[in-house]
T-cell receptor, first 113, second 110 residues
Framework: KAGVTQTPRYLIKTRGQQVTLSCSPI?????VSWYQQTPGQGLQFLFE???????NKGNFPGRFSGRQFSNSRSEMNVSTLELGDSALYLC????????????FGSGTRLTVV | AQRVTQPEKLLSVFKGAPVELKCNYS??????LFWYVQYSRQRLQLLLR??SRESIKGFTADLNKGETSFHLKKPFAQEEDSAMYYC????????????FGSGTQLTVLP
């Protein structure tokens, strides 16, 4: 069974640019959540999608957005990048209705210069 | 608001010694609690969750609602247990999100 796949693994962007990250959940998982991991703030929840609808959103500015497609794949977008957006972005999938713990991807390491 | 506190950033024990990683939480409802582990150069993975009451790799954790704690324990630590451990809490219901603690780096010394 394939795990959660995130692409790309690494990204370097310049301040002011925008970036799109992709996540393919485990087959059969309909919920996809995104987390930001930084040394200073730790793991912080960004948002969760289920059935192509955003179900919950963390405390991040509107520059952070996402979407989910009918095949449950998800993308997150960050516009007008700032240096502080440099982080590891983790995607996690879950069957959601069965109250399981999440399965995480390896993450996308974003560096903003 | 929900919060998870892991008071120890670093914890070192000798191989064969008991280990306890502390986790305290604050949440007004009835939470679901987890322990996640991240070994060096590996992805974050679920270690155990309180509702299943299972033991994984010799680790157990008991939910103490009176003390709002969910400490992770193992009677005899092994070197391969060295990793970063995160306690996490999620609300029940449809609006689920994981709130993580800041993590404890466990080092098991030979």
């Amino acid at each position: 069974k394939a795990g959660v796949t995130q692409t790309p693994r690494y990204l370097i962007k310049t301040r002011g640019q925008q970036v799109t990250l992709s996540c393919s959940p485990i087959s059969g998982h309909r919920s996809v959540s995104w987390y930001q991991q930084t040394p200073g703030q730790g793991l912080q929840f960004l948002f969760e999608y289920f059935s192509e609808t955003q179900r919950n959103k963390g405390n991040f500015p509107g520059r952070f957005s996402g979407r989910q497609f009918s095949n449950s794949r998800s993308e997150m977008n960050v516009s007008t990048l700032e240096l502080g957006d440099s982080a590891l972005y983790l995607c996690a999938s879950s069957p959601v209705l069965r109250n399981y713990g999440y399965t995480f991807g390896s993450g996308t390491r974003l560096t903003v210069v | 608001a929900q919060r998870v506190t892991q008071p120890e950033k670093l914890l070192s024990v000798f191989k064969g010694a008991p280990v306890e990683l502390k986790c305290n939480y604050s949440y007004s409802g009835s939470p679901e609690l987890f322990w996640y582990v991240q070994y060096s150069r590996q992805r974050l993975q679920l270690l155990l969750r309180h509702i299943s009451r299972e033991s994984i790799k010799g680790f157990t954790a008991d939910l103490n609602k009176g003390e709002t704690s969910f400490h992770l324990k193992k009677p005899f630590a092994q070197e391969e247990d060295s990793a970063m451990y995160y306690c996490a809490l999620t609300s029940r219901g449809s609006a689920r999100q994981l709130t993580f603690g800041s993590g404890t780096q466990l080092t098991v010394l030979p």
